[in-house]
T-cell receptor
Framework: LAKTTQPISMDSYEGQEVNITCSHN???????ITWYQQFPSQGPRFIIQ???TKVTNEVASLFIPADRKSSTLSLPRVSLSDTAVYYC??????????FGKGTRLHILP | DVKVTQSSRYLVKRTGEKVFLECVQD?????MFWYRQDPGLGLRLIYF???????EKGDIPEGYSVSREKKERFSLILESASTNQTSMYLC???????????????FGPGTRLTVT
């Protein structure tokens, strides 16, 4: 099971684009990359998932380079309500899911 | 919308008590999970279940047991609560894994358990 490494915390300002990078050097061929968001006093919420190249939805974009050893979650024009913890997960169909400590994103006015 | 509900948002129990945490999901999901979340440690998987009456240990099963008698309900049991089990407990469910949508788990609001 691929281990992930992401920054413990990040600060940004409202209206900026925020990029959170996750390293997963031991990613396996069948592994997908998934990101969750967690607000205080709530359970995590699925944001986006990808396998390679780029995935975009209404909330975020996920960039995955060709070697897949890292991935970057991009949040466009953040607002104060994007302050949350963001988790990067890597695994395949039969893997146990492991949430790390995540990245605590703090958006400043 | 998928809904995962947990029996209590806040619970206070005494050391040695037997504690039941209930989780119910309404989307006919096969998979259900119990996590605990502690400051600085992130989410840790306690137990999970892929089917009725089926259970698998997660990373920290010691001191816990689970029960899944019906597909929609997954219970976490603390046989004899201890102070080090004071934590936020989160339940989640997910459909069967298939290519492209693995790991889309839906979480409940959590139960903050305090053991005194």
């Amino acid at each position: 099971l691929a281990k992930t490494t992401q920054p413990i915390s990040m600060d940004s300002y409202e209206g900026q684009e925020v990029n959170i990078t996750c390293s997963h050097n031991n990613i396996a061929t069948n592994d997908y990359i998934t990101w969750y968001q967690q607000f205080p006093s709530q359970g995590p919420r699925f944001i986006i998932q990808g396998y390679k190249t780029k995935v975009t939805n209404e909330v975020a974009s996920l960039f995955i380079p060709a070697d897949r050893k890292s991935s970057t979650l991009s949040l466009p024009r953040v607002s104060l309500s994007d302050t949350a913890v963001y988790y990067c997960l890597v695994g395949g169909r039969d893997d146990k899911i492991i949430f790390g400590k995540g990245t605590r994103l703090h958006i400043l006015p | 919308d998928v809904k995962v509900t947990q029996s209590s948002r806040y619970l206070v129990k005494r050391t040695g008590e037997k504690v039941f945490l209930e989780c119910v999901q309404d989307m006919d999901h096969e998979n259900m999970f119990w996590y605990r979340q502690d400051p600085g440690l992130g989410l840790r998987l306690i137990y999970f279940s892929y089917d009725v009456k089926m259970k698998e240990k997660g990373d920290i099963p010691e001191g816990y047991s689970v029960s899944r008698e019906k597909k929609e309900r997954f219970s976490l049991i603390l046989e004899s609560a201890s102070t080090n089990q004071t934590s936020m407990y989160l339940c989640a469910s997910s459909p069967p894994s298939f290519v492209g949508r693995d790991y889309e788990q839906y979480f409940g609001p959590g139960t903050r358990l305090t053991v005194t």
